[in-house]
């Protein structure tokens, strides 16, 4: 059974940073391709960033030059620095795992407030 863990959330002040982690129980090269996804009250759920095994990665635009998602598979770990945060930003976040079957993975998420 795979198993993502996020943590790293938190209430922070806009225009400051969080660093959000993600660890995948077993290898995470079993991950073609891994993501984190938000969700903010009243919302769908929506992509953020994704990364895959080769190290190609994609953001949405309201996070374009603001995140950066990385992934060390050495210690099975997703990471996604989030600066310059906006109260826009807050959501809870997900961790999100795709092997090459295209079963997708899901963490339990983790909470992000962003306040003005």
């Known amino acids: 059974q795979v198993q993502l863990v996020e943590s790293g959330g938190g209430l922070v002040q806009a225009g400051g940073s969080l660093r959000l982690s993600c660890v995948a129980s077993?290898?995470?090269?079993?991950?073609?391709?891994m993501g984190w996804y938000r969700q903010a009250p009243g919302k769908q759920r929506e992509l953020v960033a994704t990364?895959?095994?080769?190290?190609?990665?994609d953001y949405s635009d309201s996070v374009k030059g603001r995140f950066t998602i990385s992934r060390d598979n050495a210690k099975n770990t997703l990471f996604l620095q989030m600066n310059s945060l906006k109260p826009e930003d807050t959501a809870v976040y997900y961790c999100?795992?795709?092997?090459?079957?295209?079963?997708?993975?899901w963490g339990q998420g983790t909470q992000v407030t962003v306040s003005s």
């Open positions: 990364i895959h095994i080769g190290a190609n990665t």
């Open positions: 999100n795992g795709r092997d090459y079957s295209y079963t997708d993975y």
């Open positions: 077993g290898s995470s090269s079993r991950f073609n391709r």
